[in-house]
């Protein structure tokens, strides 16, 4: 395999950086949960005390209190992190330490607070003992759809919250860029290089996830009002359906797959019926991602199923990416959406990357093919006998000089055809080989022919490849009594055996080089790579005695 050029070694480490950098959001963070415990405002003690998360409902004020009891002093300031789809007020030990938006009984009255809401309460305000919290929290434009306002409420040291919050903003949006910066490289190396559907796929994939990344933090980058928060969580469901429903679509492309419209209409229902069913959004996101890998791995097994190329690798990342995010997916987009991006996308990346560098190499070679073979067919001393021949001819029969001709411009224009393209059908190679010896016959006044043993329809073969093998044969043998070819084509489940039959003439000194050979097998590698393969050997106990000179091909899929 080519070595990868540096910078996209770089953006591929760069990528894995801030995908093992993703720490979940409470790391680090010793935090004091208040979710517990509260009673509705002016009931005595003994009155059963519950959840926050139970009491707050949609369209409602609330007014709760409950006692919190420290230990200890803390040492420096603290955090009192409210996350909640509601306008707030705040009270410690009677004294109103903070409001987050206006509550009121109306919604015309309220306005709305910030979903996720801090205060700073120093060590004095939080001394060790016995404290009385009250809240007081309305829900007047929370949608009664959504099952709970209420998200969190805890206690938390200041500079462990800052740092928490800034290890679970940074990677992620380090991750976005990485993402975007991907989409553009692969959108232009589909433009410059690979015009190929699946491409700009892996690029719409890269697209969508950064903005799936940068839309779930929205929330914690800048924050917003409350009302904001269904929207939000619409367009993380959307972009959710997007991503899952493109990546089987780009497998479907990679491995180009037969009966496009029906199955990626199938994938689509599936991935929607996902999307519709009743459940909370991050159950709803949880399910349509999961559809889509499940998709995408039944796609590779199909692929890896029919030895399609690259099929291997890409069952491999498929199920591994299953397998990590039924492992760490019960936080979507913070934990499992991410990870599995990172080990999902990067893979594919190197995948598309190694096989462009392939593809360029495979192309120079081809190039480097195609440039040997016009000069192959340029040869001086080739074309200084067939003057010669011509002018003989001309001399002694003008009808046989004219047909020599055609014959000789008939295989200058398919050679100078053939060379354009990586490979021919077995059929345009026959023409060619057979235009050949007719040139041959004429030159050595001697019938020359080769004889067909098989079918030749649906194989397709370098060109020029069995060409340079009937003129090395001609190189090394004097054939005074003509030469009579045979090509024999035996098909198998995995592979097409095309032999060529040799006869043996007189050995005429040659001072070649091999190029003949080293251009069959160079032919062969720049077509099929490791999947053919060519080996001669003499055989002079059968009939005819000769060569025989093997070319073992892939199957057609």
């Known amino acids: 395999m080519p070595a990868m050029p540096s910078f996209f070694r770089c953006l591929l480490r760069y990528c894995l950086a801030c995908c ?43 007014c709760v209190e409950r ?4 230990a200890a002093t803390p040492p420096s300031t603290q955090l009192m992190v409210l996350s909640a789809l509601a306008a707030s007020e705040l009270w410690l030990d009677g004294d109103r330490i903070g409001s987050n938006g206006q509550p009121a009984r109306q919604a015309s009255g309220e306005r709305p607070g910030d979903i996720d809401f801090a205060i700073h309460l120093t060590p004095q305000q939080l001394a060790m003992g016995t404290h009385h919290l009250r809240l007081l929290l309305s829900t007047q434009q929370v949608p009664a759809r959504l099952p709970s306002p209420f998200y969190a409420l805890y206690l938390v040291e200041r500079q462990d919250y800052r740092t928490a919050l800034a290890w679970y903003r940074l990677p992620p949006l380090l991750l976005a860029g990485a993402l975007g910066a991907i989409a553009l490289l692969f959108l232009a190396l589909t433009a410059l290089y690979q015009r190929q559907r699946h491409w700009a796929m892996f690029a719409a994939l890269c697209l969508v996830a950064a903005l799936l990344l940068v839309v779930e933090l929205w929330r914690s980058v800048s924050g917003y009002a409350y009302p904001l928060h269904l929207p939000r969580l619409y367009a993380v469901s959307a972009l959710t359906w997007l991503f899952s429903a493109v990546l089987p679509v780009y497998f479907y492309m990679a491995y ?105 190499s495979k192309a120079a070679r081809a190039r480097q093919l195609e440039n040997q073979l016009l000069r192959k067919s340029m040869q001086p001393h080739f074309l200084m006998n067939s003057l010669s021949l011509i002018s003989e001819l001309n001399a002694q029969s003008p009808q046989a000089a004219e047909t020599f001709i055609e014959a000789l411009g008939a295989e200058l224009r398919m050679l100078n055809e053939f060379a354009q393209q990586p490979s021919i059908a077995l059929t345009q190679e026959l023409a060619l080989c057979h235009n050949y010896l007719s040139i041959m016959g004429t030159r050595l006044q001697q019938p020359c022919s080769l004889q067909l043993d098989g079918e030749a329809a649906g194989i397709s073969v370098p060109p020029a490849m069995l060409l340079t093998a009937l003129e090395n044969a001609f190189s090394h043998n004097r054939y005074r009594h003509g030469a009579a070819f045979i090509l024999r084509i035996a098909q198998h489940a995995q592979t097409q055996v095309l032999t060529l039959v040799v006869p043996e003439g007189e050995a005429r000194p040659h001072a070649g080089s091999g190029v003949g050979e080293q251009y069959i097998r160079a032919s062969l590698q720049a077509v099929f790579g490791d999947a053919a393969r060519y080996a001669s050997e003499y055989a002079r106990e059968q009939q005819p005695a000769g060569w025989r000179l093997s070319f073992t091909l892939p199957a057609a899929p």
């Open 256 to 360: 180009r797959l037969p009966r496009w419209p029906l199955a990626a209409a199938v994938l689509l229902a599936c991935i929607a019926l996902a999307g519709v069913l009743p459940a909370h959004f991050d159950a709803r996101c949880w399910l349509m991602f999961l559809a889509g890998l499940a998709a995408s791995l039944a796609l590779n097994l199909g692929a890896l199923w029919r030895r399609l190329p690259g099929s291997r690798g890409g069952t491999l990342i498929a199920l591994a990416s299953c397998a990590l995010f039924l492992l760490t997916g019960s936080q979507f987009a913070e934990g499992g959406f991410a990870l599995v991006v990172c080990f999902l996308l990067l893979p594919l990346c190197a995948q598309l990357l190694a096989q462009l560098l392939r593809d360029r």
């Open 67 to 70: 006692d919190v009891t420290l």
């Open 20 to 62: 093992l950098a993703l720490p979940p959001f409470a790391m680090g963070m010793d935090r004091l949960s208040l979710d517990e415990g509260w009673r509705a405002c002016g009931t005595t003690s003994a009155a059963p005390a519950a959840a926050l998360h139970q009491l707050l409902q949609a369209g409602q004020l609330l």
